[in-house]
């Protein structure tokens, strides 16, 4: 599995359970939405400045296996 998918999580109780960046409620969607609206990566990370370029790769990384109709299997987060 890709490293980057690590950084994807998803729990019913958070965002409706929509895939976010693990640790925030940044929808993965969201974040593609906006690179596909034109944004660049540092445009995001200062809209956005509690994420890292690899929280954006998650996300395009995530995108990329859904889009082959493979199924993610990310775990819930665990909240401590």
């Known amino acids: 599995m890709n490293r980057l998918l690590e950084r994807i999580s998803a729990d019913p109780n958070i965002c409706f359970g929509k895939p976010c960046i693990r640790g925030h409620r940044i929808w993965v969607s969201l974040l593609l939405d906006l690179l596909a609206d034109g944004m660049t990566v540092e445009e995001i990370l200062a809209e956005y400045p509690q994420l890292t370029k690899d ?15 493979r199924y993610v299997d990310i775990p819930a987060e665990v909240v401590g």
């Open 55 to 69: 929280d954006i790769r998650a996300a395009i990384a995530y995108g990329a296996e859904m889009s082959r109709e």
